[in-house]
């Protein structure tokens, strides 16, 4: 039997000066685990002066991860929080009953001698059921703080959940891993078992799974308890990720996400009459889509 259940190949987007691809959610695939949303952003180089400017918005229903390869975010939110996020760092936030948020890149980088750059993955995290409404939070898991794994030719950060006997910090609402890894030709890597439903994303290099060569902007999602071993054709960098099955499916509109379409049509007048808090430091906003 084949291990790859499913192969979910990026949809680029153009969000205004720099591409993402898009893995999740898919058509007919909703969610990998909590996963519910899957971005590559860039690589991406920006003339001196210029950045990403993701003005204030709004969550609900979600955490949010942002994990780096290169490049850098300052992240300010309505609970206060001003941070700055490097590549291997977490950003963990929690958005659960409503949070508001902005991630630029920040006057230094923007005029660094060459200009800034920015290359890495953002996810978010689906919470269940009864933590949908829980408080706000944000946490800061600098990338000295994260487990590490290694073996032959390789190595993983853990950026959340539980994965080969190690738990990272990020305080996660249901069971699911996160990882990071870095590969040398030739390395062979197997992926974690204790979770149900796992994937794949090639960020960077060429792989073969089953001896078949695997793309960049691929997902690979693969049948539960199967053995898979990843092998690394050129040195690349493999994220992988899953968890427990979701408890149940989710609306998604803009950047909510419920269980309950009436919390979602809540949010949108919440937000269209300025009922969410504001992000201090950061006064302008992305005003709620038309559809």
Not at 61 to 72: D, I, N, P, Q
Request: hydrophobic share 45%.
């Amino acid at each position: 039997m084949a291990v790859v259940q499913r192969v979910i190949r990026g949809r680029p987007r153009d969000l205004g000066g720099f591409g993402v691809r898009r893995v999740l959610p898919a058509a007919g695939l909703q969610t990998v685990g909590p996963f519910i949303f899957f971005d590559h952003m860039g690589p991406a180089d920006f003339a001196p002066g210029a950045g990403v400017d993701v003005r204030p918005h709004p969550h609900i229903g979600l955490a949010t991860v942002t994990y780096l390869f290169a490049g850098e975010f300052m992240h300010r939110d309505s609970l206060g929080t001003a941070q700055l996020i490097r590549p291997g760092d977490v950003n963990w936030m929690v958005a659960g009953r409503g949070i508001v948020h902005s991630e630029r890149t920040p006057p230094e980088s923007r005029h660094a001698a060459g200009g800034a750059t920015l290359h890495g993955i953002q996810t978010w995290i689906a919470l269940p059921r009864e933590a949908e409404e829980v408080e706000p939070s944000f946490a800061h898991h600098p990338a000295a703080s994260l487990p590490q794994v290694h073996g032959d030719g390789w190595s993983m950060r853990l950026i959340a959940g539980t994965a080969f006997g190690r738990r990272a910090p990020a305080a996660v609402y249901s069971p699911m891993f996160y990882l990071a890894a870095t590969l040398e030709a030739g390395a062979v890597l197997e992926m974690p078992v204790e979770h149900a439903e796992r994937a794949a994303y090639l960020a960077d290099g060429s792989i073969e799974v089953e001896g078949e060569p695997r793309d960049v902007g691929e997902m690979l999602v693969f049948e539960p308890a199967a053995t898979v071993a990843i092998r690394a054709v050129t040195p690349s960098r493999v994220m992988l990720l899953g968890g427990a099955p979701l408890d149940g499916p989710r609306h998604v509109w803009w950047n909510f996400v419920s269980s309950s379409l009436e919390r979602i049509e809540l949010a949108k007048v919440d937000w269209s009459e300025d009922r969410f808090a504001q992000v201090p430091g950061d006064s302008e906003r992305i005003p709620l889509p038309e559809r």
